[in-house]
């Protein structure tokens, strides 16, 4: 049992052996700064480490050197402070002795070229004929729809489509899409397109819009919703605003609505690609140029076969067979919209052009032939080939298609004969297309004959059974192009 009165400090502890022996209390707790203290002063002291060789100190008796004294100038007359024409005087100077630079040498662009998505139009009927040009140019993801063709590729290749195509009216570069259920939906779609990306606001523009089954009630309030966006756009990014122009602006924005979708496209192209530069007269109702070249490509004329226009009007079907032939680029006689855009590549458009004119051929004689009645049409047709630089490569004549005379043994007809809307008299062509079915037959034996008409009556009156019957729009009017494998003494 502890005792009470003993002292705090002191225990007795009963061992086995009886005997108490009195034990000391542990010492009060100290603070942990004293602790370490205690610790560092029972730490030994560093042994000297002797100083290598080579960090001997200088003997006593050598003394640092002395600096030399700088020069004072002088203090009576203090330095002029350099002008502003000095310094840039004394810059030239240094500039002009410094050694030119090396100049670098052009590294190939590496860089994968951005692919975007274009869509071709073209007249109905002529949509295989243009998807074979696209494929030749390097189009890919080729798709046909009613008169047009989708394709992808990089922005250059829009460049070599406008300058090369002979049958596309239209290369649209689409910039947006998406569906839409009123005016509203349209407007915020045409907003989201950065516009001030393609064009600059000095540039005038034009909206036109083209529905097949749209719910909207008004394409005009819509193609103003749609110019609105457009200049929103531009208020937004650059704080100005294109104008508007609708005959010939410099950008040409297109709109296509379905039913529930619409297509937004910058038109390429400016004018029509028909619309080549090259004819200086046209006739009553001449047939586009695009068509033209579309019917030579869908009849297989060869360059080196005798082709023969004998209604040749102004001319159309012959320019379009000597340019083939030549390897004449459709395109080289005049400009497009794409020249005017931010995106376009100078570089390379010119390279592409000076390209397409060496690969000209000089213009000779072709056997392309054509003739007509009229006297007028024959003189459209002589200026138009003199124009274009091909007057050597044709021969005209003038004749009655009732008394022509094939050029040649064999070859390709082409022709564009009158028929109702021209020329008005249903009674002048019962009584002619008969008689141009036998000089056909009669006289251009082992010949191929391809006539484009939009009288219904034809097939029946000219005696002569058609082997492919291919429809065709010559602008809005709905046609046929009749093929005829002509055989001497019989009706095929």
């Not at 049958?167 to 009123?182: F, P």
């Not at 001319?315 to 020249?339: C, H, K, S, V, Y």
């Not at 037959?441 to 005696?463: T, V």
Request: charged fraction near 30%; include cysteine; proline fraction near 8%.
């Amino acid at each position: 049992m502890t005792d009470k009165r003993k002292p705090r400090g002191t225990l007795s502890i009963s061992r086995e052996d009886g005997e108490d022996k009195p034990r000391q209390a542990k010492r009060p707790a100290t603070s942990r700064r004293a602790n370490i203290e205690r610790d560092r002063s029972k730490k030994p002291a560093p042994k000297a480490v002797p100083e290598p060789a080579w960090q001997d100190k200088p003997a006593a008796e050598d003394k640092p050197r002395a600096r030399p004294a700088r020069p004072q100038r002088p203090t009576s007359e203090p330095p002029a402070p350099r002008t502003k024409e000095a310094r840039r005087d004394g810059g030239e100077a240094r500039r002009r002795e410094r050694p030119a630079a090396a100049p670098r040498a052009d590294r190939p662009d590496t860089r994968p070229e951005r692919i975007e998505q274009f869509f071709a139009t073209c007249p109905r009927g002529l949509e295989n004929a243009l998807a074979d040009e696209l494929l030749e140019l390097g189009a890919e993801n080729i798709e046909k729809t009613g008169g047009g063709v989708g394709f992808h590729g990089p922005m250059t290749l829009c460049y070599a489509a406008n300058l090369h195509s002979r049958v596309a009216t239209r290369i649209l570069l689409r910039v947006s899409a998406g569906k839409y259920q009123n005016e509203e939906d349209v407007y915020q779609g045409a907003l989201a397109v950065y516009w001030h990306k393609w064009f600059t606001a000095a540039r005038t523009i034009a909206v036109k819009v083209v529905a097949q089954d749209s719910p909207l009630k008004s394409l005009n309030f819509i193609t103003l919703r749609i110019k609105d966006a457009v200049c929103d756009r531009f208020v937004e990014e650059t704080g100005a605003r294109p104008s508007v122009q609708t005959l010939q602006p410099d950008i040409r924005i297109r709109a296509f609505l379905t039913r529930d979708r619409y297509t937004l496209y910058l038109d390429t192209s400016g004018e029509s690609l028909y619309k080549r530069g090259l004819r200086k007269q046209s006739g009553a109702a001449p047939i586009n140029e695009n068509l033209a070249a579309g019917i030579l490509k869908l009849s297989g004329w060869r360059a080196d076969e005798p082709l023969y226009d004998p209604m040749c009007g102004s001319g159309t079907f012959l320019m379009e067979a000597a340019q083939m032939a030549l390897n004449i680029a459709p395109g080289l006689g005049r400009d497009f919209a794409f020249e005017r855009m931010l995106r376009m590549d100078a570089r390379i458009w010119a390279r592409m052009k000076s390209e397409a004119e060496q690969a000209c051929q000089p213009v000779r004689p072709l056997p392309i032939y054509g003739s007509d009645v009229m006297g007028r049409s024959l003189r459209d047709a002589d200026s138009n080939l003199k124009a274009a630089g091909l007057r050597e490569a044709v021969t005209l004549s003038k004749a009655d298609i009732l008394d022509i005379e094939p050029p040649a043994e064999s070859g390709v007809l082409v022709m564009n004969p009158p028929y109702g809307v021209r020329l008005g008299e249903e009674e002048e062509l019962a009584a002619l297309y008969p008689k141009l079915g036998d000089v056909l037959k009669n006289r251009f034996a082992n010949w191929r004959a391809y006539i484009i008409s939009a009288d219904a009556s034809l097939p029946r009156l000219i005696h002569l059974s058609a082997s492919r019957k291919t429809p065709l729009f010559n602008g809005a009017l709905e046609c046929r192009l009749y093929e005829y494998k002509l055989v001497a003494g019989s009706n095929r």
